[in-house]
């Protein structure tokens, strides 16, 4: 199996809500990546967890909080968005092996995607 | 800073020819990877191929092979026998290593259309 699944494929939500997107791997990966994709743009790193601890944060503001309940699961939750976090967001894993001579096994895989629309 | 330039924002080809996206990157980095990723619309991001710097044979995937020229810092991507499955954005990018902590930076991408 070498997928990431997502959910939702879609969410519309009003600037007060709170939602969560969900990510979910059953490769065996851990690492486990957030991008957020414009139209027409490359993917943008937001958060990296590996080994269920967050190891990168691009500055990110504080509206998005990623949390890593087990090595297969990421989530993003989402309070108090604004119309510009409007995107394509793209949950990616891999294996991340510390042993230099598996890493290149390391490539991402990507999952389809939440499209959300904040109104 | 890494950074990773695709020129050709837009391009076309007729199905069952060749096409050549081009890609050009700047790093002071001695070795690292450089990898190239479709996203069809609609559809999931996939690696097409990835190239190790210091290997100097040229990476290839059945109709998709690459021109690694690192003196002159580019990457393009030739994909041959164009197929109507090969419309999709195109996104070149740059890691200095394999590993997670290692940043994948993409370039702005080329939007190819396949034309029957």
């Known amino acids: 199996d070498t997928e990431v699944t997502q959910t939702p494929k879609h969410l519309v939500m009003g600037m007060t809500n709170k939602k969560s997107l969900k990510c979910e791997q059953h490769m065996g990966h851990r690492a486990m990546y957030w991008y957020k994709q414009k139209a027409k743009k490359p993917p943008e790193l937001m958060f990296v967890y590996s080994y269920e601890k967050l190891s990168i944060n691009e500055s990110v503001p504080s509206r998005f909080s990623p949390e890593c309940p087990n090595s297969s699961l990421l989530n993003l939750h989402l309070h108090a968005l604004q119309p510009e976090d409007s995107a394509l967001y793209l949950c990616a894993s891999s294996q991340d092996t510390g042993t230099s001579a598996l890493r290149q096994h390391n490539e991402q895989f990507f999952g389809p995607g939440t499209r959300l629309t904040v109104l | 800073a890494q950074t990773v330039t695709q020129s050709q924002p837009e391009m076309s080809v007729q199905e069952a020819e060749t096409v050549t996206l081009s890609c050009t990157y700047d790093?002071?980095?001695?070795?690292?990877?450089l990898f190239w990723y479709k996203q069809p619309p609609s559809r999931q991001m996939i690696l097409v191929i990835r190239q190790e710097a210091y290997k100097q044979q040229n990476a290839t995937e059945n109709r998709f092979s690459v021109n690694f020229q690192k003196a002159a810092k580019s990457f393009s991507l030739k994909i041959s026998d164009s197929q109507l499955g090969d419309t999709a954005m195109y996104f070149c990018?740059?890691?200095?290593?394999?590993?997670?902590?290692?940043?994948?930076?993409f370039g702005p991408g080329t939007s190819l259309s396949v034309i029957p």
């Open positions: 790093t002071s980095e001695s070795n690292y990877y």
């Open positions: 990018a740059f890691s200095r290593g394999l590993a997670s902590y290692d940043k994948v930076i």
